[in-house]
C-alpha cells in the first residue's frame, strides 16, 4: 500500500488537474454559446445567397462544369481545431478526411489536400500527404468572414484554372453540444442550390426575366464565388461550434473523472491512515503486555 | 408621401436592417442606382460605396458603408447581401487620408491586368465610401 505522504501528494495533484479541467470547460462553453449566437445570424445571409444562387444559376450546367481539360484531381479543404484536448473531435474529423479522400482515388482522381487548423496540417505531415496549402494558426475566431474569402479564392480558382475538377470541404457539422458528425461537402462543381427548408420551393426564376446588370455574363462569376464563400462560412461556423462543443464535453468528463479519482484516493489514504493507527495500537498493547508478563 | 417597399440588408455576421423604406440608393457595377417601391425585378453586384436607406418606418435615414455583395429586387422586395456593411461614424481626418492616400497610391502602381488590381480598386474604393460617409455623418452632427 502506497504511503500516506504519497496519497495526499497524488490527491493535491489530481484537484489541479481538476481546477484546470473545469475551467477550460467553462471557457469552451463562454465560446460555444457565441458561436452558436453566430451560426444564428450567419443563416438569413446564407439563405438569401443560396435563393439567389438558385435562382440565377439554375439550368447554368456550363458555367459551373469544369473545365475539359482540367486536371484529374480534386481539392479537399479540410477544417480541423489548432488546439486539441476535445476528445475525439480532431480524430473523427480527420477519418472523414481520409474517407474521403479514398473516395477520390476511387474515382481514379489525384487528391490535393488544404489543411485549416494546425491538427490538421500536423496529420498530413505526418502522413506525407500532398498539401496544396494550410491556414493554421485561426485565433481568436476560426469562421471569419477573411479566411472564408481567401479559401474561397483558392478554391474558384483552381477549379477555374482546371488545375482540379471537384473541390469540396470536410467539417465537423454541429448538432449539439454532445455531437458533432463530420461531414463533406461538395463545393464545386454546384450542386444546385435547394431553397432553404421550411420555405416552398420557389418557382425558378428564368434569367431572362431578370434585369440583370451589367450582364448575366458577369453576374455567374460573381455569384458563383461568393456562393463558395457564404458555403465555406457556413462549414466554418459550424466547425468552430463542434470544436467548442466537443471540447466542453470533453472537459466536463475529465473533470467529473477527476472528482472520481479524487473520491477514491481519499478511502485509500482513510485506509492508509487507519491501518497507520491500529498498528501503532497493537505496538503499545503488544509492549503493554509483554511488561505484565 | 412616397409608397414604401420592404428592404432587407444582410450579412455574413447578420441582419442589419429590416423593415420598409421609400427609396434605397447603393453603387452597382454600372455606378450608382436607386430603388423606389414597384421596382422591376433584378440584380446587380455591388461594389464597395455608401448604401442610403431613406424614409424608414420610424422616419429616419440609414446609412451604411458596404464593402460588396449583392442587390436584389424580386416581387417588390429588395434584399441587400453585403459582405460587410459599417455603420459610418466620424473618422480622424487625417489618419483617413493617409489610408486613401495609400490606398490610391497602391492602385496607380498597378495595371488593370494584374491579379491585384481588383483588389487594390475595391480597396480605394471603400477608404472613398469611408470618406464621403465620414464627412456626411459630421455635417449631420453639425446640424
Not at chain 1, 490538421?120 to 469562421?143: E, S
Not at chain 2, 408621401?1 to 434605397?24: I, Y
Not at chain 2, 429588395?78 to 461614424?89: G, K, Q, R, Y
Amino acid at each position: 500500500m502506497a504511503s500516506l505522504k504519497a496519497i495526499r501528494r497524488r490527491i493535491a495533484s489530481v484537484r489541479s488537474t481538476q481546477q484546470i479541467t473545469r475551467a477550460m470547460k467553462l471557457v469552451a462553453a463562454a465560446r460555444l454559446r457565441r458561436a452558436q449566437d453566430a451560426l444564428v445570424a450567419a443563416r438569413p445571409y446564407h439563405d438569401a445567397l443560396a435563393r439567389v444562387a438558385a435562382s440565377v444559376l439554375s439550368g447554368e450546367t456550363e458555367a459551373t462544369a469544369p473545365r475539359e481539360e482540367a486536371r484529374r484531381a480534386a481539392l479537399l479543404v479540410v477544417v480541423a481545431s489548432d488546439r486539441g484536448l476535445c476528445g475525439g473531435y480532431n480524430a473523427n474529423l480527420l477519418r472523414r478526411a481520409e474517407e474521403e479522400a479514398a473516395r477520390v482515388r476511387g474515382d481514379h482522381l489525384e487528391v490535393r489536400l488544404f489543411a485549416v487548423g494546425r491538427k490538421a496540417l500536423d496529420y498530413f505531415r505526418r502522413t506525407r500527404a500532398p498539401l496544396a496549402g494550410d491556414r493554421i494558426n485561426n485565433t481568436p475566431r476560426l469562421a471569419t468572414y477573411t479566411l472564408a474569402r481567401d479559401l474561397a479564392r483558392q478554391v474558384v480558382n483552381d477549379f477555374r484554372w482546371g488545375e482540379v475538377v471537384e473541390a469540396g470541404m470536410v467539417y465537423s457539422s454541429f448538432r449539439s453540444a454532445l455531437s458533432q458528425r463530420p461531414t463533406y461537402e461538395r463545393l464545386l462543381p454546384l450542386s444546385p442550390p435547394k431553397p432553404p427548408p421550411g420555405r416552398e420551393e420557389e418557382p425558378r426564376v428564368g434569367a431572362a426575366q431578370y434585369l440583370i446588370e451589367p450582364g448575366f455574363g458577369e453576374l455567374v462569376p460573381l455569384v458563383t464565388q461568393s456562393y463558395v464563400e457564404a458555403a465555406i462560412l457556413h462549414g466554418l461556423l459550424e466547425a468552430e461550434a463542434s470544436e467548442h462543443g466537443a471540447r466542453m464535453t470533453a472537459m466536463d468528463s475529465a473533470t467529473s473523472n477527476a472528482a472520481e479519482m479524487i473520491g477514491r484516493l481519499t478511502l485509500e489514504m482513510n485506509r492508509a491512515r487507519q491501518a497507520t493507527i491500529t498498528r501503532e495500537l497493537m505496538d503499545i498493547v503488544g509492549g503493554a503486555e509483554a511488561l505484565n508478563a | 408621401m412616397a409608397q414604401r417597399f420592404p428592404v432587407r440588408l444582410v450579412t455574413p455576421t447578420g441582419t442589419v436592417f429590416e423593415g420598409t423604406a421609400e427609396q434605397v440608393t447603393a453603387w452597382g457595377t454600372l455606378g450608382q442606382f436607386g430603388v423606389l417601391a414597384n421596382h422591376t425585378d433584378f440584380i446587380t453586384p455591388l461594389v464597395p460605396g455608401l448604401l442610403e436607406i431613406t424614409g424608414t418606418d420610424n422616419g429616419t435615414d440609414e446609412r451604411y458603408v458596404v464593402a460588396g455583395g449583392f442587390a436584389e429586387v424580386r416581387g417588390g422586395a429588395m434584399v441587400i447581401l453585403a459582405t460587410e456593411a459599417i455603420v459610418p461614424v466620424v473618422e480622424d481626418e487625417t489618419a483617413l487620408a493617409h489610408e486613401a492616400e495609400a490606398a490610391e497610391r497602391r492602385l496607380a502602381q498597378l495595371s488593370s491586368y494584374e491579379p491585384d488590381f481588383s483588389e487594390a480598386e475595391q480597396a480605394a474604393r471603400l477608404v472613398r465610401a469611408r470618406i464621403q460617409a465620414s464627412e456626411l455623418s459630421r455635417t449631420a452632427d453639425a446640424s
